[in-house]
Structure formats: C-alpha cells, structure tokens
C-alpha cells in the first residue's frame, strides 16, 4: 500500500509538479521594528539574512521567503492580529521571530489553533514553550542565562550580594531564580530592590546599594537606557572603588551596546549565551555574513544570533520533511535536533522544545578602543532551570 | 545618619535644579502667555541631540552648552513666529492637539535622524566622579549642574524684575491690550520671551542627558515632570517652578533612597497632597 502510494506520488511529482513544489516557504517575522525596541526586528532579521547569504534562498526545492510584521512594541494584540493575518491571508508555514514575552504569549494560541510551528527568537520568559505544543525555542530562557552567574559568584568567593532588579515580570524571575541559586550556594542576600520600568532618576537606588556595603550587585533591568543609566550612575559614585563588583546577566552588556556604555562597563562580570567575541570559525562566518548584509548596523547580538540559528532551525526541518511542512511534523522533526551555533553547541530539548545550550561567564574588557565581552569559564550545556 | 541625609538633599536639589531648568521656558509660556505647550520637552530633546551631536564632532561638551542655548532659542523663535502665534487666541484644546502634534513629529524625527536607542555621551573628565566636601561624596557633574543653574535663576529674576525688557513682560501679561496701547510691541515680547523659554529648556536637555539619558520618547516619557513643576509651582511663576521642582526633586530620590518598595510613587503623592492644599499651585496668581 504505502510502495504503491510512493510510486504514485512519484509519478505525479514528474508528471505535473505538485503544487508544494512551486509554492515558496513562506515565513512570517514577527517582532518590534519601531519604537523603543526596534532594535530587535533588526537584528533578528539580519541575523536571518546573514544565514540565507551563506546558504541559499533555496531549500529542499522550495523557495524561501520572508514576510516582516511590525509589533511596534511590547503590544500582545498587535502581535496577535499580525500572526492572524499571517496564518490566513499570506498562508505562511512559520510563525518565527517574538522579541518580547507578551508578543509570544499572545501569539502562542494562534499556533496552535493554526497548527503552524512558532520559532520563537528572542522572548525569554520561562513559561512560553508550555504554551503551545508548536512552540519551538532557539534562544535562550531568564533563569537559563541566570543560574550560573549565581553560581559563579558564590565559587569564587563572594558572600553577599545586593540585588537591583527593574519591577516587571521578567525582573521578578531574574530575581527569584538568582535568590534561589546563590542562597542555595551558601551565599547571602543583604538587600533586595525594585526599580520602576519609567525612572528618570537612578541616583538613589545606586546610592542605597553602595551604603549597604555588599560585595557585588546583582542586576537585571532591560538592554539600552537603564543599563546605561546603572552604570553611569555605578561609576559616578565610586561603588568600584568601594570594592562593590557589578554581576549581571549579558543582555545589559549586550554587544550592541557594550561599546556606547564605555569606560563605566569594563570589568562587568555577565553570564550569557552568545558573545560577538567568542572564538570558533561558525562565529567568525556568521559575523562576516552579517557584516555583509547589515553593514553599518553595529554589532550582531544575540537576537541576530537566534534569527540566524531560527533559520538554520526551519532549514533543516524543510530539508527533513523534503518541504513537505506540516506543523506538527515540523515540531517533531526538530526535537532533539542539534547545531554547531555561532554561540557554540545548542540542541533542541525533545520534551520542552527549548533550546539547551552552554552558558559562559564573562568579562567586559577594552580591546583596540573597542569593548568586549570576553568568555573565561563556562557551564556544561543546560536546560531550561525554569522547568526543573 | 545625617551624612546620608544631606546626600540625598545634594541629589535632591540636583535633580530639581534640572527639572527646574526645563520647565521654566514652560511655566512662562502657560502663565504668562496662556498657552499650554506640551511641545515644550521636544525642544529641550533638540537640545540634547544636538549637544550630542557636536560633541560627536569633536566640540567640547561645555562648549557645546551656549551653542544649543542660542540654536534652541532660534528654533523656538522662528516657531513661534510661524506657528504659535495664530493659536494664542485659540481655545486651549486647539492649543493641546496641535502641540502634542508637534510633539509626535518630533519624537518621529528624532527616530528617523538618530535612530530608536539612547545616546551616550561622555563627559570631559573634571566632572567625572565624585569629590569629598565635608565628609560628603558629592557628584562633581551634580555640583556643576547645581552652580549653574542657580546662577541662571538669578539672572533670569534680575532680567525679569530689574530690566526694561522684563517690566515691558510684564505689563504685556497683566494686560496685553493696555500695554499695546501704550506703545509695547506685545508681538515681539511674546516672540522673545518664547525663544528664551524654549532655549532654557534646551540647554536643560543638553545638561539632562547624563542624568535622564537622552532617546527619541523624551518629550513624552518625561512631560509628566515638567507639567508637575509648573502645575504645582503655579505656572507663570519662577519663584513657585523653582521651588515646586526643587521640591519635586528631593523627595523623588529622597522616596526612591529610604522607601524604596514605593519608589516613583512618592512624588505623585505629593503632588496630589499639594494640589488639593493650593489648588492654583504654591506661587499661583489665579484663583
């Protein structure tokens, strides 16, 4: 039955090409290219770029194609009408993309009514890969990124520790799941403090941590304003010289902005996935790809690395299924799948879908007038902490 | 105890030096003028992107400071030549759309030119970090910004109270037609007065960039904190603007360093307390 049903359609693919054959991949991009994140979009959009440069728009016989949608923010239903539309008017066969949790929240209802696999490139919130079986993770999650700086911390010496985090959900798991680790190391948490997403005023709150006395501070607020905002603030009072090191995970240090943070960012100890200085020849073609189609952007980050890996990922699961794509096959194809990433090796977790890779520890330092993050220890590749 | 106290007055008045600083041009602008500019941050934005800009080119950032006086004022002189002046007599929801208007675009322009991230600025190592006064860290950038601020109070209140140009203000504020009748060229005081407020506002956001930071939602993200200095200081009033936001200034790091749990709350809390004790603000000239 199956032999004849083969041959059948085999006869069929030579004699009139079936209609998958001629049809493009069509994926749809989702995530912020306006407003206050739109950096992310771009990124993530070179970053997909960068892999199509290096290995063709063309895979398993289909065409690939990719269709931008503008989030212009942290906006859930905007997120959501975009991938409606998507799913019905432009047929696409991915959902990919998701800068920010909301966005993939949102979204996640609509993969799953749709059946499309949603390769999510950015948002981090635990949570969202239980959220529908399509989900598909190939970037990184918070208590992933946070767990080992907890860790390191306490091994190397350091016993009590401030914690400033922005007050929002994604600071509030920053939080806990950095509590837990080092509290769990041995170590202790002198103070812990949460700073309003709208402040104008950083000041205060550095003020307070200085007068505390901790050996380091632990920090989590977003990429850009307050990162900056912390450091200066850091450097102005003089915690580094009162013996307070700064701890944080790498998206303050992101290596976009790692340069603009200037002189106050050298010697940050950060824990992170991916660093534009990490050396292997997959880094250095990615970073030359990139280069090429987003010259002039800045420096890749982290999200151009997921948008990269993203598209390696529907790549491959075109390759597997020979371009016959159906959501839940996708999914299953991608399970336990496994890559040699810019970042260094990740593979796909067959229970949770999330991706499992290695976390390094790392230090910003100053290399020609230009910063860095520079790796110097590393953890075993690892799960997501979060669904332990 | 006490040292801390005094430090988190320092940062205080810091803050609310910068607050005041911005929020003069537009204390001026709703009492004097009547009219409600909620345009004003987008100027003192230009400012900052255009200190930005030139220490980009090489200018030193002190330097810079005059430059984007005069460059603001010009721009908000021409503004208000060109735009402003036909809504002067409009009612006061003309006034709002059109200037929120202006501020979209302007928050729209900035985006285009310098793209969607905060810009960094590096200031000239004498007023890096901080120097011991009294068994006091104080931020040198902070005293800089302090000096300076208060020096232009001052000589905005002797221009106001002592000069010519400042007694013909005044007469066109308390009655624009009589002081036009006795040959004031109210016209031209408005113009002027304008272009001063908005150059103040700035040299503010040039001065702001350290402490605020500085991205294209400026105007938006921190109206809120100028409209709070006027409305709470009576707007029209510099002694009421410069007090409202010294005050607004000390209790917001004095709320963030000591309750930290309540963070910006603090100062929304004042304001609702001090609005419902003086309704027309502290200095208010309106019932």
Redesign the interface.
Request: cysteine-free; aromatic content about 6%.
């Given at each position: 039955m199956i032999q004849r049903a083969l041959w059948t359609t085999a006869l069929l693919a030579v004699a009139t090409p079936p209609a998958w054959a001629a049809e493009p991949i069509r994926i749809g991009l989702i995530a912020p290219f306006?407003?206050?994140?739109?950096?992310y979009g771009k990124q993530m959009q070179a970053g997909m770029q960068a892999y199509v440069k290096l290995n063709g728009d063309t895979v398993a016989g289909r065409k690939v194609e990719v269709i931008v949608r503008d989030t212009t923010g942290p906006v859930p239903e905007v997120a959501k009408r975009l991938a409606q539309e998507l799913v019905v008017r432009e047929k696409v066969d991915f959902l990919a993309g998701f800068g920010l949790t909301p966005e993939a929240l949102a979204v996640a209802d609509v993969a799953t009514q749709a059946k499309k696999p949603m390769i999510v490139m950015n948002a981090a919130s635990s949570v969202i890969t239980t959220r529908s079986p399509y989900v598909v993770r190939v970037s990184m999650t918070l208590p992933q990124i946070t767990v080992p700086i907890a860790g390191w911390a306490a091994k190397n010496g350091i016993k009590k520790v401030f914690i400033l985090v922005s007050?929002y959900a994604p600071g509030l798991d920053a939080e806990a799941a950095f509590r837990k680790a080092f509290t769990g190391a041995g170590g202790e948490i002198v103070d812990a403090?949460?700073?309003?997403l709208?402040?104008?005023?950083f000041?205060?709150?550095i003020?307070?941590v200085k007068?505390a006395r901790p050996e380091a501070v632990f920090v989590f607020v977003p990429a850009?304003?307050q990162g900056?905002?912390f450091m200066?603030g850091f450097?102005?009072?003089?915690l580094a010289a009162a013996g307070i090191k700064v701890i944080a995970t790498g998206d303050i240090t992101d290596d976009h902005?790692v340069d603009?943070?200037?002189d106050a960012a050298v010697g940050m100890i950060t824990s992170f996935h991916y660093s534009a200085a990490h050396d292997s020849p997959e880094n250095r073609a990615f970073l030359k790809a990139y280069g090429e189609v987003a010259g002039g952007a800045g420096r890749a980050n982290f999200m151009a690395v997921a948008g990269y890996d993203g598209m390696a990922a529907m790549y491959e699961a075109a390759r597997k299924l020979e371009g016959r794509l159906d959501g839940d096959r996708v999914v299953e194809a991608l399970k336990g799948w496994k890559r040699e990433s810019p970042r260094g090796p990740i593979s796909i977790d067959p229970e949770t879908r999330d991706v499992v890779q290695t976390i390094y520890i790392r230090r910003v330092e100053a290399r020609d007038g230009h910063n860095w993050n520079v790796e110097f220890d590393q953890t075993a590749p690892m799960k997501d902490p979060g669904k332990a | 105890m006490v040292a801390r106290l005094a430090g988190v007055l320092f940062d205080g008045i810091a803050y609310g030096s910068l607050l005041y600083l911005v929020s003069i041009g537009l204390s001026v602008t709703m009492g004097l003028m009547r009219f409600v500019n909620l345009a004003h941050g987008a100027f003192a934005m230009l400012g900052g992107y255009l200190s930005v800009a030139l220490v980009r080119q090489g200018v030193p950032f002190l330097a810079t400071l005059p430059l984007v006086f005069v460059a603001v004022a010009l721009a908000g002189g021409v503004l208000e030549r060109a735009l402003y002046r036909r809504l002067y007599r409009a009612p006061q929801l003309d006034q709002v759309l059109f200037s929120i208007g202006l501020t979209f675009m302007a928050v729209a322009a900035a985006t285009w030119v310098f793209g969607p991230s905060q810009q960094p600025v590096r200031l000239p190592e004498p007023l890096r970090g901080q120097i011991r006064l009294a068994g006091l860290d104080l931020g040198r950038y902070r005293l800089f910004l302090v000096a300076l601020v208060a020096a232009l109070a001052i000589l905005l209140r002797l221009l106001v109270e002592r000069t010519r140009f400042g007694a013909r203000l005044r007469a066109a504020v308390d009655d624009p037609a009589v002081a036009a009748a006795m040959g004031i060229d109210v016209a031209r005081v408005s113009a002027v007065t304008f272009a001063l407020g908005t150059g103040l506002a700035g040299l503010g956001g040039a001065l702001g960039v350290e402490v605020l930071g500085l991205d294209p939602t400026f105007p938006v993200k921190y109206l809120v904190y100028f409209l709070l200095a006027v409305v709470v200081g009576g707007a029209g009033s510099l002694q009421g603007t410069a007090v409202a936001a010294l005050a607004l200034g000390v209790f917001d790091v004095a709320g963030k360093y000591y309750v930290p749990q309540l963070g910006a709350f603090v100062i929304y809390a004042l304001m609702v307390v001090l609005l419902v004790a003086f309704p027309a603000g502290l200095y208010g000239r309106r019932a």
């Open positions: 306006s407003g206050p994140f739109a950096e007050d403090i949460r700073v309003p709208r402040n104008p005023e000041a205060p709150f003020q307070r007068d850009g304003e900056i905002a200066k450097q102005e009072r003089g902005v603009a943070m200037g | -």
